[in-house]
């Protein structure tokens, strides 16, 4: 019993960028999207280029990870991670290999992810509601 209300009080754990997704992005993402990446501005001008390099647009920030969020190129990265379940297809998005080394690690991370930003969408931004975009919560603390 003491176990499953300890798993219960982490699951309502509120997941902030700053006590959990800003380390997670570092740590499986941040070789190819950290600070030495270019900004999405930068990256969209030249993306062959930087794709010859291995580096995407910067996530090392808040402000630059909200760009793939709910910005510019909104879900963006939920498209990237998605594990493909509720996709016509059922593929995966083509970042959900880098969320862990396991099935396991990678749906724990995925779900970490999905907490954070709250309205989860594969969506892009000309397609989203008002509704859809308010429900992206994805809080800085």
């Known amino acids: 019993m003491m176990i499953a209300l300890a798993l219960l009080a982490l699951a309502q754990e509120k997941v ?46 808040y402000e630059h990870l909200m760009v793939v969020v709910n910005g510019d190129d909104l879900g963006a990265l939920m498209r990237r991670l998605d594990d493909g379940k509720h996709t016509k297809d059922g593929k995966p998005g083509n970042m959900h290999k880098h969320l862990g080394e396991t099935p396991e690690e990678r749906a724990k991370n995925l779900e970490l992810f999905k907490r954070w930003i ?3 969408t594969l969506k892009r931004k000309n397609e989203v509601s008002e509704a859809e975009r308010a429900a992206i919560l994805a809080p800085r603390e």
């Open 118 to 120: 709250g309205g989860w």
């Open 16 to 61: 902030t960028h700053a006590n959990t997704i800003a380390a997670l992005v570092e740590k499986k993402c941040g070789e190819c999207h950290g600070p030495k990446s270019p900004t999405m501005a930068e990256f969209d001008k030249d993306k062959d280029a930087f794709k010859k390099k291995d580096l995407g647009p910067r996530y090392d920030t």
